[in-house]
Antibody, heavy 120, light 107 residues
Framework: EVLLVESGGGLVQPGGSLRLSCAAS????????MNWVRQAPGKGLEWVSA????????WYADSVEGRFTVSRDNSKNTVYLQMYSLRAEDTALYYC?????????????WGQGTLVTVSS | EIVLTQSPATLSLSPGEGATLSCGAS???????LAWYQQKPGLAPRLLIS???TRATGIPDRFSGSGSGTKFTLTISRVEPEDFAVYYC????????FGGGTRVEIK
């Protein structure tokens, strides 16, 4: 059974940093791209970042480029999202999602999400 | 960046009626790389359709997808009570992006 479990969310002040983690199980982790998708309260889905199986190729949404860094540790079956210079508009539920193949594509499994609140 | 526009924003239907949801793209989407998701309150999205028309595992055949280029459609042949939810399209032909969603609500 595929399982994705996010952690690391919380309350952070504007300008602060936070690192999210997503622990994966139930599939060969290194064979799939992994993604972060966020959803602000009461709003729609926004793709944030993708990293392919080897970690060699990474993409970011314009809204987070230069502030967020995605990485993965295939030995720990974990993907990370390091967030810097956080803003109020980064407040959202952050989902980890598995791509259906090696490259950034559609998402067949999602975690339950971890909530990030940016507020003073 | 490819911008996806979904219409209508809200669709009010009675159970048993058919539903047609549209997703328009600002640029042609390469290789029909478009997916549809269903999201219910408090839950993560669920993949319904990949590559514009391929149903994901376990998705009932009342859901179908079609389209190419810049115009795509999700059709629910007869809406069941469990289908009332928000639906999103997503493109993965050039970077990735989501549409704003269509809410299917009970009339």
């Amino acid at each position: 059974e595929v399982l994705l479990v996010e952690s690391g969310g919380g309350l952070v002040q504007p300008g602060g940093s936070l690192r999210l983690s997503c622990a994966a199980s139930g599939f060969t982790f290194s064979n799939y791209a992994m993604n972060w998708v966020r959803q602000a309260p009461g709003k729609g889905l926004e793709w944030v970042s993708a990293i392919i199986g080897s970690g060699d190729n990474i993409w970011y949404a314009d809204s987070v480029e230069g502030r967020f860094t995605v990485s993965r540790d295939n030995s720990k079956n974990t993907v990370y999202l390091q967030m810097y210079s956080l803003r109020a508009e980064d407040t959202a539920l952050y989902y980890c999602a598995k791509s259906t193949n090696l490259r950034a594509s559609d998402f067949d499994y999602w975690g339950q999400g971890t909530l990030v609140t940016v507020s003073s | 960046e490819i911008v996806l526009t979904q219409s209508p924003a809200t669709l009010s239907l009675s159970p048993g009626e058919g539903a047609t949801l549209s997703c328009g793209a600002s640029q042609s989407i390469h290789s029909r790389y478009l997916a549809w998701y269903q999201q219910k309150p408090g839950l993560a999205p669920r993949l319904l359709i990949s590559d514009a028309s391929t149903r994901a595992t376990g998705i009932p055949d009342r859901f179908s997808g079609s389209g190419s280029g810049t115009k795509f459609t999700l059709t629910i042949s007869r809406v069941e009570p469990e289908d009332f939810a928000v639906y999103y399209c997503q493109q993965y032909g050039r970077s990735l992006s989501f549409g704003g969603g269509t809410r299917v609500e009970i009339k």
